[in-house]
């Protein structure tokens, strides 16, 4: 299995502008918060995480616990500042949270700002 080639499970990305299966693993995370904002998406760390993990299984794993070095907030910071390859991001990424069972977008907690 190719490490960097997506798997497109489902084809639940097929319907997105920009989306391909080879466009390798940060470009994928970098599609995928591009594309969070959208009604029907609006996913969690923890979804994204899952997601990430889906489509590249080889991958480094990538934690949905933003208290964690290797996280999605650490991958949406760099997409956010275009650093290590990611973005830069046209609008900045923030992750979505579970609230009394509504999708909440804001800002991680301090001193986790990204």
């Known amino acids: 299995m190719n490490k960097s080639k997506g798997q497109n499970l ?9 989306y391909s299966p080879v466009m390798g693993i940060t470009k994928f995370q970098d599609f995928l918060f591009e594309i969070n904002d959208r009604p029907e998406r609006q996913q969690t760390d923890a979804e994204l995480s899952e997601e990430m993990h889906q489509e590249h299984p080889l991958g480094v794993l990538i934690h949905s616990d933003f208290r964690e070095t290797r996280s ?10 275009g650093t290590q390859n990611h973005g ?5 990424s923030l992750p979505y949270w579970m609230e009394n069972g ?6 991680y907690p301090e001193p986790y700002v990204t």
């Open 10 to 18: 489902n084809n639940r990305y097929s319907q997105y502008p920009g």
């Open 72 to 81: 999605v907030r650490t991958v949406r910071r760099r997409y956010n500042t």
């Open 88 to 92: 830069p991001a046209r609008k900045p």
């Open 102 to 107: 509504s999708r909440i977008r804001r800002a």
